[in-house]
C-alpha cells in the first residue's frame, strides 16, 4: 500500500496572532512556523502503517512557497520517505488545494491519503472532503481511530454527539483528528537522515488549474474585545437574570 | 534510566547555543576550514527564539565576520539618529547634557536592531556554509571522559512524563561528541555553571559575578510620537538610589518602539519586584504619553551578566570553551554584549581551529582574548558597575570622572562586593512596597504579560525547576523573606500557597510559565533553586521582536 | 432569490443548529427552503412545516439516507443547487463533513463557519481560531456556507405552514457503511458541547470542595470545567482544564466559580454566550468580560443558588 500525506505550513499554534494595522491580514513576517498540528497526526499515522507493515512507501506533498520545504522535511525527519513540494507564491483556496492533490495523487497513484482535518490558519474544515469527491473515494472525516484489514477500513468519526464508527473500503481519503495518536518528536539522527531524502518540486503553473481567488479578503480585524456586564447583588438577582433576562437557565 | 540506550554523533566542533556568540564561533571555523564538521544545539523551537534584547548594536565584531553584510540583506537597517539619556523623578525628566555624557553612552553610528532577527540571519548564514544546527535540542548535560576531559554533550530526552515515565513519543537523547566542546548559552547558562565549578574557573577572580534582570516589551505607537533611530535611556524613578538600574527606549522599524528596563539582582529589599518597577516605570508621564494609543505587541525578560572583567572567569577548560555571556563578557556601562560575545566566539574559532589543525592547547585563548578590543573595552568599563554601591549620584559622578576625564584608566579597580543571592535583608528589616494596580493600557497583570512571550512547555514533563531541598521555601524563606521568587520571577512561576493538608503555606512552581530568564536561579537568597533544560523546543518565542 | 438549508437532524427531530442556520438564512432571503435528507422522517417533515421562517419543506425519505453519509446526500444537494442563490448548513460536524463535497461537485469555493451576514455577497468569519475575524466577499453565482449556530439566535419552531415538496432519491455507488455510532453517555454532559459549563478554580481550596459544583452541575445539567491553577493543584484531572492549554468551550452559560480570569483561562472560554463570574474579589479580571458578576464568598454562594433552583423548579412544576 502507498500512502500520501498533505501537509501545510502554517503559524505555529503557540504564537500569540497579531492582526496587522492596516487591517489587510495576520502578521506572518518572522513569525514563527509549523506543521499544522494535525497534518502531524496524518503523518504519524502514515509512519505507523509503515512500521506495521501495512504501507511500503509514504510520500507527503505540500503546496505553498520554498519556505514550506520545512514542514516536508519534518515530516520525512518523522519517517515519510520522500515529498513533493508543489510551488505556488500564492495561498490557495481548498478547492484549488484539492485539485492540485488530485494531480498529483493520478499521478502518485497512493492506496490512501491522509490529511489534518483543519489547517489552524484559515479553519476552512474542507479540503480532505472536496478531495475525496473529486476523486470519487470514500470520504472519513475527522477520525480518531483508523484500522485497515485486506483492504477493509474501519474508522472511528469525532462527531459533535460521540463517535461515529464507519467501514470502508480503499483507495479512501481519511481525515486527522487531534485525537488520533501521539505525533513523534523528530529525533537529531533522523532530522540529519530527512536533508538527504529526495524531495521533488513542481511549479503549480505547470498543472493547469484554475488557482485565482474565489473569495477576496476585504479586512481583517481583531476580534471585539468582550465588555463588562453589570454586578448583581445577591445570588436572587443572579438567579431571575439568568431565567428572564438571558434566558439560559 | 541509565540502562537507555542513546545514539552517538561525532563532530570536529560541538557548540551549544545559537546566540551571537555560538553562531560567530560557527561561521568563523567554516570559514577557516569548511572540511570542519560542527553542529549547533540551540534549545527554542528556531533559532532566535529564545534571544531577547534590546538592542542598539556595534557592528565591530560584524564587521569582522562578514565584511559584506550590509549587501547581504541583514536585518540591520536602523541607525542611530538621536540618542538622550534622562534623570527621572515621579513626574518630572531631567536631559544630562550630551557633552556630559561619557563616551560608552553615546550611539553614533550604531544601529537599532532586532538581535533575534540577526541571530535567525546569522543562524541561515551558517546553514549555508555547512554548519548543522538543530534547534529544538537542548544540552542537557555534558559529557566527560575519563581524565575528566569534556568530550560532548547529551540532548536532553523528549517525551517523558512529570514522573520521569516515557510516553507514547518517547525519545531519549542522544551523545553528541566533538573534539572541541563550546559553551555559549548566554547568561547562566546551566552547563556553563557546571563546568565553573567543575574546574574551578571562577578562583583567580577578585569578585563574584554580578547579575541584572533586563525586561523588553514591544510597543506600536502613534506615528506622531515616533522617531524613528531615536535612542533613549533613563536611571532614577521608580528606583530608590541604591538599586542600580535604568530603562532603555530604541525606535524602531514599523512604528515600533523596545521599551525596556535592566535592574541589578543585587537589590537589598525582598519586596521589591523588578516587574512592577517596570511596570510603574510606564506610568511616568513621559512614557504614557508615548505609549497614548498604542499596543503592547510583546513581553519578554532575560538576565544580563554585568560583573565585567573583574568577574569573568577563565575561558578555556580540557576539551572545551567557555564564550560570551554564558562567560560573561558583555560590556556593562554600555549595556551591549552582543559585538564582545560574538568577538569572543570569533577568538574562540581561532583557538579551536589551531586546536584541531596545529595541535595548539586551548589556553591560547587566554592570551588571543587579552590582546583584543574587547579586553580593552571591558578593562576601560570595569569600575561603573561597582560604583553604584555608593548609590546612584556619587556613582553617576565617579562615572563621569572615570570615563570622561580618565577614560576608564584609572590606576585602580573597584570590586563588586557580594554575590546577588546574598544581598537580600531580611523581610522583617525591609520595607513593605505597595505597587500601584494595573490598568490593563499601559501596564498589565504578569498573566497578560507571559501570554504575549508565547512561552509554552509541553504540561505532562518533568519539572524543570528544581529544588535542592524542597521545603525550605515552607520551613525558612517563606519566613524569613517572605518568599521573594514571587516577586523576581518575571513569568509568575512562583506563587506561595496556603496548603490545606499541611496547614502550612508551600511554594507552588508552575514551570510551564518560564520565560527561561535565569533569575530564580541567580537570586535564590539559598542558591536553592537549580534551572535546568526542560524539554526542547519549549520556553518563549520571542522571533521576530 | 431563494435561499437553501440543509437540515441537521436525527430522523426524528431538527438539531437546534437547524433552528440557528434558519435565522441566518433569514439574513438573505424571505424565500427559505428547507432540505431535509433522512430515512422515514414523514413526521419529521410535518413539524418542520411548522416553522414561520420556512416557505418550502423539501424531503427526500429513503432507507440509504438514514446515516447521512456524505457521498450519499451531497450529489442530492447539488442537483438542486441552481434554483438557489445561497445553500446553507450548519457548521457542526455534519456539515462540515457534507457540504465541502458540495462544493466539489459545483466546482465553488465554500465559506465556512460564518458567524455574520454583511450582504448578500459578503460575510463574516473567524480564522486563526477566532484569534482574527475576517470580512470576505465573494461574486460565485452560487455561495456555499456553513454557519456557526451560536453565532445566531434559533429561530421559533410555530406559526408557519410551509408547503411540502416531495423529491426522488438519487443512488450513487458508495462503499462506506455505517456501524454504529456511540453517543457519549455520561452522567454529565461532555465539556466540548454541553450547554451549560460550570468551572472551577482555586478559589475551591481542595479537591473535596469540587463537590458543591458537581452539585451545582447537576442542576443545571452542566458540564464540569477547572482552571489550570485547580488542576495543577490535584482538586480535579486535567482532562477538565479550560484555558489555552485545556479545552476551548462555548457553552450558552459559562459559570466561572473562584476563577480569576487569566488572560489563558478566557482564551478557552471567551466566545461563550453568557458568563457568569463569582469571586470575592472585585477587582478580579474575570468582572471585566462577565455579563453578570456576583462578588461574594463562593462557598455561601452556591448552595444559594442551588436552593434559589430547586425553588425556580418547584414554580414550574
Ligand atoms: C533586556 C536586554 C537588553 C540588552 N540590550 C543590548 C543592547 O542594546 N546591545 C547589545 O549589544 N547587547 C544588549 N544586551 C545583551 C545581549 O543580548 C547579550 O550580550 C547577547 O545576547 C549575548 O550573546 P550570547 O550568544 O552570549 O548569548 P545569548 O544571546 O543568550 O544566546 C544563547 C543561546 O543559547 C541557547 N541555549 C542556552 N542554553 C542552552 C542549552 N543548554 N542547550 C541548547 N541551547 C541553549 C539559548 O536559547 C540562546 O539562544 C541586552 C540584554 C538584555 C537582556
Ligand atoms: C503557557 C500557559 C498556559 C496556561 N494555560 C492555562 C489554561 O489552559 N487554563 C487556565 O485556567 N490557566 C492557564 N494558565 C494559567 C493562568 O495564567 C492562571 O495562572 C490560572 O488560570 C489561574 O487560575 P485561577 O483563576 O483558578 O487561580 P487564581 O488566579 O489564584 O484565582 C483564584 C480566584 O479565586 C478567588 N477566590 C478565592 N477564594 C474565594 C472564595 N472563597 N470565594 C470566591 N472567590 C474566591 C480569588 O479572588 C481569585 O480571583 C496558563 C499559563 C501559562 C503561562
Ligand atoms: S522560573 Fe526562573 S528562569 Fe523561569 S522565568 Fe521565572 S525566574 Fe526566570
Known amino acids: 500500500m502507498k500512502v500520501l500525506v498533505a501537509v501545510k505550513r502554517v503559524v505555529d499554534y503557540k504564537v500569540q496572532i497579531r492582526v496587522k494595522s492596516d487591517n489587510s491580514g495576520v502578521e506572518t513576517q518572522n513569525v514563527k512556523m509549523s506543521v499544522n498540528p494535525p497534518d502531524e497526526n496524518a503523518i504519524e499515522e502514515a509512519v505507523k502503517l509503515k512500521e506495521q507493515g501495512l504501507a511500503n512507501e509514504i510520500i507527503s506533498v505540500s503546496i505553498g512557497d520554498d519556505k514550506s520545504q520545512d514542514v516536508l522535511r519534518t515530516s520525512m525527519a518523522m519517517g515519510i520517505d520522500r515529498s513533493i513540494l508543489v510551488k505556488s507564491q500564492n495561498t490557495l483556496e481548498p478547492l484549488a488545494v484539492a485539485k492540485t492533490l488530485k494531480i498529483i495523487i493520478d499521478k502518485e497513484k497512493p492506496d490512501l491519503v491522509l490529511m489534518g482535518k483543519q489547517a489552524i490558519d484559515d479553519d476552512s474544515n474542507q479540503t480532505g472532503q472536496i478531495l475525496s469527491a473529486l476523486l470519487n473515494w470514500p470520504q472519513g472525516c475527522f477520525i480518531s481511530n483508523l484500522k485497515i484489514e485486506n483492504n477493509k477500513v474501519f474508522i472511528s468519526r469525532e462527531i459533535d454527539e460521540g463517535i461515529e464508527n464507519l467501514e470502508t473500503s480503499l483507495p479512501a481519503v481519511l481525515t486527522c483528528d487531534l485525537r488520533l495518536n501521539t505525533p513523534r518528536f523528530a529525533s537529531l539522527p533522523n532530522i540529519m537522515k530527512a536533508k538527504k531524502k529526495p524531495l521533488e518540486t513542481i511549479d503549480i503553473d505547470t498543472l493547469g488549474i484554475d488557482t485565482s481567488s474565489k473569495i477576496k479578503t476585504l479586512k481583517v480585524i481583531e476580534p471585539p474585545k468582550r465588555k463588562a456586564g453589570i454586578m448583581v447583588n445577591d445570588v436572587k438577582e443572579l438567579v431571575q437574570k439568568l431565567k428572564y433576562e438571558a434566558k439560559v437557565i | ?545 | 432569490m431563494s435561499v437553501l438549508v440543509v437540515a441537521e437532524h436525527d430522523n426524528k427531530n431538527l438539531k437546534s443548529s437547524t433552528l440557528n442556520t434558519i435565522s441566518a438564512a433569514k439574513k438573505l432571503s424571505e424565500d427559505i427552503h428547507l432540505l431535509i435528507l433522512g430515512n422515514k422522517i414523514e413526521d419529521l417533515a410535518k413539524s418542520s412545516k411548522s416553522i414561520q421562517l420556512v416557505k418550502k419543506v423539501i424531503i427526500c425519505d429513503h432507507e440509504k439516507l438514514e446515516n447521512q453519509i456524505p457521498e450519499l446526500s451531497s450529489p442530492i444537494i447539488s442537483n438542486l443547487a441552481e434554483n438557489y442563490s445561497h445553500i446553507l448548513a450548519p457548521s457542526s460536524t455534519f456539515g462540515k463533513n457534507l457540504l465541502p463535497r458540495v462544493s466539489a461537485l459545483l466546482d465553488i469555493t465554500q465559506i465556512s463557519d460564518i458567524i455574520g451576514i454583511e450582504s448578500q455577497d459578503t460575510f463574516i468569519r473567524p480564522i486563526y481560531a477566532g484569534n482574527a475575524i475576517s470580512y470576505v466577499q465573494t461574486d460565485q453565482k452560487i455561495n456555499l456556507m456553513t454557519v456557526r449556530p451560536t453565532s445566531f439566535e434559533k429561530c421559533e419552531e410555530t406559526g408557519g405552514d410551509a408547503a411540502v415538496e416531495n423529491i426522488s432519491f438519487i443512488d450513487s455507488e458508495v462503499k462506506t457503511t455505517f456501524v454504529s455510532r456511540e453517543v457519549s453517555k455520561s452522567d454529565r454532559p461532555e465539556l466540548g458541547n454541553a450547554r451549560v459549563v460550570v468551572s472551577g478554580g482555586r478559589g475551591l481550596e481542595n479537591s473535596d470542595n469540587f463537590k458543591l459544583l458537581y452539585d451545582l452541575a447537576d442542576k443545571l445539567n452542566a458540564a464540569v470545567g477547572a482552571s489550570r491553577a485547580a488542576v495543577d493543584s490535584g482538586y480535579i484531572g486535567n482532562e477538565y482544564q479550560v484555558g489555552q492549554t485545556g479545552k476551548m468551550v462555548a457553552p450558552e452559560l459559562y459559570i466561572a466559580v473562584g476563577i480569576s480570569g487569566a488572560i489563558q483561562h478566557l482564551a478557552g472560554m471567551k466566545e461563550s454566550k453568557v458568563i457568569v463570574a463569582i469571586n470575592k474579589d472585585l477587582e478580579a479580571p474575570i468582572f471585566n468580560i462577565a455579563d453578570y458578576g456576583l462578588s461574594s464568598d463562593l462557598f455561601q454562594a452556591i448552595p444559594e443558588i442551588i436552593k434559589e433552583l430547586d425553588l425556580l423548579n418547584q414554580i414550574e412544576s
Open chain 2, 1 to 545: 534510566m541509565s540502562e537507555v540506550q542513546r545514539e552517538e554523533l561525532n563532530y570536529d566542533v560541538v557548540i551549544v547555543g545559537a546566540g551571537p556568540a555560538g553562531l560567530s564561533t560557527a561561521i568563523k571555523l567554516k570559514q577557516l576550514d569548511t572540511n570542519l564538521s560542527i553542529c549547533v544545539l540551540e534549545k527554542a523551537s528556531e533559532v532566535g527564539a529564545h534571544i531577547l534584547s534590546g538592542n542598539v548594536f556595534e557592528t565591530k565584531a560584524l564587521d569582522e565576520l562578514i565584511p559584506n553584510w550590509k549587501v547581504l540583506n541583514s536585518p540591520i537597517n536602523t541607525s542611530v539618529t538621536s540618542e538622550d539619556f534622562l534623570f527621572y523623578t515621579k513626574t518630572k525628566s531631567m536631559k544630562v547634557p550630551n557633552l556630559f555624557l561619557p563616551n560608552v553612552l553615546k550611539n553614533h553610528g550604531n544601529y537599532i536592531i532586532s538581535l533575534s532577527n540577526l541571530c535567525k540571519w546569522l543562524g541561515e548564514f551558517a546553514e549555508n556554509l555547512g554548519v548543522e544546527i538543530f534547534p529544538g535540542f537542548a544540552a542537557s548535560k555534558l559529557l566527560y571522559d575519563n581524565d575528566q576531559k569534556v568530550i560532548g554533550v547529551q540532548t536532553g530526552d523528549m517525551g517523558l512524563d512529570k514522573n520521569f515515565k516515557p510516553k507514547d513519543n518517547y525519545e531519549p537523547g542522544i551523545n553528541i561528541k566533538g573534539k572541541v566542546t563550546v559553551l555559549s548559552e548566554g547568561c547562566r547558562g546551566h552547563l556553563g555553571k557546571e563546568v565553573l565549578k567543575k574546574f574551578n574557573l571562577d578562583s583567580n577572580n577578585k569578585s563574584p559575578q554580578q547579575y541584572g534582570i533586563g525586561f523588553k516589551e514591544i510597543w506600536e505607537i502613534n506615528s506622531e510620537n515616533h522617531q524613528l533611530g531615536k535612542v533613549s535611556h533613563s536611571v532614577g524613578w521608580p528606583l530608590e538610589s541604591d538599586t542600580y538600574g535604568g530603562s532603555f527606549c530604541y525606535h524602531a522599524e514599523n512604528n515600533q518602539i523596545y521599551l525596556g528596563y535592566v535592574i541589578g539582582l543585587d537589590y537589598k529589599n525582598p519586596y521589591l519586584s523588578p516587574y512592577d518597577e517596570f511596570q510603574q516605570f510606564k506610568t511616568h508621564p513621559d512614557i504614557k504619553k508615548l505609549l497614548e494609543g498604542g499596543k503592547r505587541i510583546s513581553y519578554g525578560a532575560r538576565a544580563l551578566i554585568e560583573g565585567g572583567l573583574q568577574s569573568l572567569p577563565q575561558m578555556y577548560m580540557p576539551g572545551a570553551l567557555l564564550i560570551g555571556c554564558d562567560a560573561g563578557t558583555l560590556n556593562m556601562p554600555k549595556i551591549k554584549g552582543s559585538h564582545t560575545a560574538m568577538k569572543s566566539g570569533i577568538i574562540a574559532a581561532e583557538v579551536i581551529n589551531d586546536h584541531i589543525n596545529s595541535n595548539k592547547e586551548l589556553s591560547e585563548y587566554e592570551s588571543k582574548f587579552k590582546n583584543s578590543w574587547v579586553y580593552e573595552e571591558l578593562y576601560k568599563a570595569r569600575n561603573v558597575k561597582p560604583s553604584f554601591q555608593w548609590g546612584l549620584i556619587p556613582a553617576m559622578i565617579f562615572t563621569g570622572l572615570d570615563q570622561k576625564i580618565f577614560g576608564g584608566k584609572l590606576p585602580f579597580t573597584l570590586q563588586h562586593k557580594h554575590a546577588d543571592h546574598e544581598s537580600l535583608i531580611p523581610a522583617k528589616k525591609a520595607k513593605k512596597i505597595t505597587y500601584p494596580k494595573y490598568d490593563g493600557v499601559i501596564t498589565f497583570d504578569k498573566p497578560s504579560s507571559v501570554y504575549l512571550s508565547g512561552t509554552n512547555h509541553a504540561d505532562d514533563q518533568p519539572n524543570h525547576l528544581l529544588l535542592n531541598d524542597k521545603d525550605l521555601s515552607t520551613n525558612f524563606t517563606i519566613e524569613k523573606y517572605d518568599e521573594p521568587a514571587q516577586r523576581y520571577c518575571p513569568a509568575g512561576v512562583y506563587e506561595v500557597e496556603f496548603d490545606n493538608d499541611l496547614q502550612k503555606k508551600v511554594l507552588k512552581i508552575n514551570s510551564q510559565n518560564c520565560i527561561h530568564c535565569k533569575t530564580c536561579d541567580i537570586k535564590e537568597p539559598s542558591q536553592n533553586i537549580e534551572w535546568v533544560t526542560p524539554e526542547g523546543g519549549g520556553g518563549p518565542i520571542y522571533s521576530g521582536t
